[in-house]
């Protein structure tokens, strides 16, 4: 399988770029990008758009292949399907069979959770397994191979919410409470770094 991580954004509604904000000693992006390679899913492709040469220093030493999606701006599908087709080009390694998608603004993520979407799409044998947090099913998501062709044919501006949205009966899901925390906006951030003081 491959991992995913998407950090094409340009944090319009933060105003500055969440990618680096500091969290726990370490900037967003490389938590989530060390979480992502401690999870040994598989290769890490890290999307980048908006910012990309700010956000290389960030991954400097990781084990991680950065792929730049020209097209950012026109949505989360552009850059899924970047990654995706980033993976998919990974050389002397077959094409990942499934794919695990995850954002950098969710710093409550773990290695363990990543691997329990893992565990529990064998043993449901769903195509789709998603988080579930707040009643919604979101990212981190891992899509099985069988499902990859719906998620490379995304429109560019949908992201792979609505393929959950689209097809309820394929999705198992992982509780992940915590998943509700992201960083949209100075508030989130001030209440996240808040709660660690």
């Not at 695990?100 to 710093?107: E, R």
């Not at 789709?128 to 899509?143: D, K």
Request: net charge negative; with cysteine.
């Amino acid at each position: 399988m491959g991992v995913l991580l998407l950090a094409a954004g340009s944090s319009s509604r933060l105003g500055r770029p969440k990618q680096l904000l500091p969290y726990e000693g370490q900037s967003l992006l490389r938590r989530a990008a060390t979480t992502a390679v401690e999870a040994v899913l598989g290769p890490v492709v890290v999307v980048t758009g908006a910012l990309h040469a700010e956000l290389l220093p960030e991954l400097t030493g990781l084990p991680v292949r950065v792929v730049h999606c020209p097209t950012w701006q026109a949505g989360m599908g552009a850059s899924l399907k970047t990654g995706l087709a980033q993976l998919q080009l990974q050389q002397h390694q077959p094409a990942p069979t499934s794919i695990l998608v995850l954002l950098c603004d969710q710093p409550h993520i773990t290695p363990t959770l990543l691997r329990q979407l893992v565990v529990v799409q064998l043993a449901t044998q769903q195509p789709i397994v998603a988080t579930e947090y707040n009643s919604v099913r979101g990212v981190p998501v891992l899509f099985a191979e069988s499902v990859l062709p719906l998620l490379q044919a995304l429109p560019d501006a949908a992201g792979a919410q609505q393929l959950l949205r689209q097809h309820p009966e394929w999705v198992a899901t992982v509780p992940f409470p915590a998943g509700a925390i992201d960083v949209d906006t100075e508030a989130h951030y001030a209440a996240l770094v808040g709660s660690k003081e």
